[in-house]
């Protein structure tokens, strides 16, 4: 039995309560994942059930995704989020979601359709940072990439997610039609800017007026997202199925009880009252959005590289190791606090409320997954409080670990001898690297050479190599267990 509008569901298991048919699709979401049916859905989903708001969702996946759109589509565009720890799992079904399309299954005319409709107000994107076809180390677009290549080229055929973007605000502009507001919630620094700079730039290459009524017209409003939400497996659908009574739910997500959304507040044609729901709307992210990138995500980022090549599968397994709790405190408040621009914050409680949410067993959010896509996420988390660091003549030891623990990884080994799968847009080139170069110093070397990650100021400051050198041999010589304990922690 499959989740639908007629599934009989357990008492506890919360439903929507409003009449669908009053919510409408006023806002296209790109990118079906796991994060966006945890996150931002439950927030339009609390503001339906609770503040009778009517805004909706048109969701759309473009590239991978397509069994999930299948059978949400099958399930009445009905899913399940479940929040879980230490006490049990909670449901909630959610209704919001008005409309799911495929890129590769509906056609790029139908889904073009649904963003120039009249009432979109806003697109927004969980692409993850390769996504954005932009270069991390500069914020600008990648014009390189095989994709935008081929929108420069195809503006009407686009393949990327600026590109789509892009040739919807094209046929508002031809119709007449206001220009909606594009919200990024991916975990990139200043991500509005990022979004605004790649969808900018392609459109100055393929037509200079548009480029223009872009600039002038369409906003890009910057956001903070923060919930840990592990990836869905066998054993994940399993329990859910148990939590609703038998009932089979192929798109449901179960995720931590824990969501904080800041917003910069920025949208022309409207918005829906998010603060209603918890959210935060404020005139600058960026403070917001560096502490939970450095402090969360970088914290994260060093638990997962280096908590993966001393074998622990999962963030709670690492949470076990006092060595590592202390190692990650540090990190965050000796290494990246440092580095930030919030005010009015405390940091050691933020820092001791994130260890806590780590320890929360039952999420099982596995090391290995946020070890993907290393390439894209090391120089917001890493390398940029490094050059803070390098700046103001400070101790880094525990980013350069961090930065070494990336190093080792995607040599594609791990400390048993056994192989790592690589998940990287930049995997090739990092082979062709690792394949090139002997262990030891002229493997970090060779990996410096990726110019899109490191820029040319890290891979040419004697401090940084040498930091990140050394770290590396600590690696090699006595493992990451003992690498991390010997850290001179003072947090």
Not at 12 to 23: Q, V
Not at 185 to 190: E, H, T, V, Y
């Amino acid at each position: 039995m499959t989740l639908s509008s007629n599934s009989a569901l357990p008492a506890a298991i919360a439903r929507p309560g409003y009449a669908r048919e009053r919510i409408k699709p006023r806002i296209v979401h790109l990118g079906f994942g796991a994060f966006f049916r945890a996150h931002q859905a439950v927030y339009a989903e609390q503001l339906a059930n609770e503040h009778a708001g009517d805004w909706g969702y048109c969701v759309i996946s473009m590239h991978n995704g397509q069994q999930k759109i299948a059978d949400l589509q099958q399930q009445d565009l009905l899913y399940t989020v479940a929040e879980m720890d230490g006490d049990g799992w909670r449901g909630r079904t959610i209704g919001v979601i008005r409309q799911a399309l495929h890129l590769q299954v509906d056609g790029l005319a139908t889904v073009l359709d649904a963003m120039t409709q009249p009432e979109i107000a806003i697109v927004s994107l969980t692409v993850s940072e390769k996504g954005y076809c932009y270069q991390p180390a500069n914020g600008q677009l990648m014009l390189d990439h095989p994709d935008i290549q081929h929108d420069i080229a195809n503006p009407l055929r686009p393949r990327s997610a600026p590109g789509l973007i892009l040739a919807a605000l094209c046929l508002r502009r031809e119709r007449g039609l206001p220009a909606f507001s594009v919200m990024s919630c991916d975990n990139m620094p200043a991500n509005g800017q990022v979004t605004r700079n790649v969808v900018t730039q392609l459109a100055q290459r393929q037509d200079a007026g548009l480029a223009d009524w872009v600039r002038q017209n369409v906003r890009f409003p910057s956001t903070m997202v923060d919930r840990i939400v592990p990836a869905v497996t066998p054993e994940t659908q399993r329990q859910l199925q148990a939590l609703l009574g038998g009932v089979s739910d192929a798109v449901g997500v179960a995720c931590e009880p824990f969501r904080q959304w800041v917003i910069e507040d920025d949208f022309p044609q409207g918005r829906p009252e998010w603060e209603l729901a918890g959210a935060e709307l404020v005139s600058d992210v960026l403070p917001y959005e560096e502490m939970k990138l450095r402090m969360l995500n970088g914290s994260h980022s060093f638990l997962a590289y280096l908590g993966y090549l001393a074998g622990y599968p999962h963030v709670s397994d690492c949470m076990q190791d006092e060595d590592f709790v202390r190692a990650a405190r540090h990190l965050m408040l000796a290494e990246q606090a440092p580095t930030l621009q919030v005010s009015g914050v405390d940091l050691a409680h933020y820092a001791d409320s994130l260890l806590q949410r780590y320890r929360n067993s039952a999420l099982k959010h596995r090391t290995g997954q946020i070890a993907m896509d290393g390439t894209q996420k090391l120089p917001q988390r890493l390398l940029d409080p490094i050059r803070h660091h390098l700046a103001h003549g400070s101790r880094f030891d525990a980013l350069a670990l961090a930065v070494a623990g990336w190093m080792r990884y995607v040599g594609g080994q791990d400390e048993q001898g056994r192989p790592i799968e690589i998940s990287d847009p930049l995997r090739e080139p990092i082979a062709d690297l690792v394949a090139g170069s002997e262990e030891g110093p002229q493997r970090v070397l060779a990996l410096l050479q990726l110019e899109k990650i490191f820029g040319h100021d890290l891979p040419d400051s004697p401090d940084f190599v040498g930091a990140v050198t050394q770290a590396y041999l600590a690696l090699l010589a006595k493992g990451a267990k003992a690498a991390v304990a010997g850290l001179a922690v003072s947090c």
